[in-house]
């Protein structure tokens, strides 16, 4: 069976940080690329960065330089720091695993991050 938790949220001011993780069960997790994406209330889940097996990284454009993501297989976790938040980046965060070639799809449940003073 599928798991991915998350886990790291929390409420924080505007201009501090957070680390964000996701662990990873019951799938070979080296072989995906793990995702995260966020869901504002009112608005579309969007994908905030990915990391492919092979370890090439990508970011939203409201994120770069902001927000690192790395993963280390070996511990089957990938890991979310945000750095200067702001109050837009408020919103659900998910872990996603994706294999695209085969179709295989998982999501985590999703931890809160509000920025707010």
């Known amino acids: 069976q599928v798991h991915l938790v998350e886990s790291g949220g929390g409420l924080v001011q505007p201009g501090g940080s957070l680390r964000l993780s996701c662990i990873g069960s019951?799938?070979?997790?080296?072989?995906?690329?793990m995702n995260w994406f966020r869901q504002a209330p009112g608005k579309e889940r969007v994908m905030v960065a990915s990391v492919a097996s092979v370890g090439r990284t990508n970011y939203a454009d409201s994120v770069k330089d902001r927000f690192t993501i790395s993963r280390d297989d070996a511990k089957r976790a990938v890991h979310l720091q945000m750095n200067s938040l702001k109050p837009e980046d408020t919103a659900v965060y998910f872990c996603?695993?994706?294999?695209?070639?085969?179709?295989?799809?998982?999501w985590g449940q999703g931890t809160q991050v509000t920025v707010s003073s």
């Open positions: 019951g799938f070979t997790f080296g072989r995906f690329t």
């Open positions: 996603n695993a994706r294999w695209s070639e085969y179709g295989y799809d998982y």
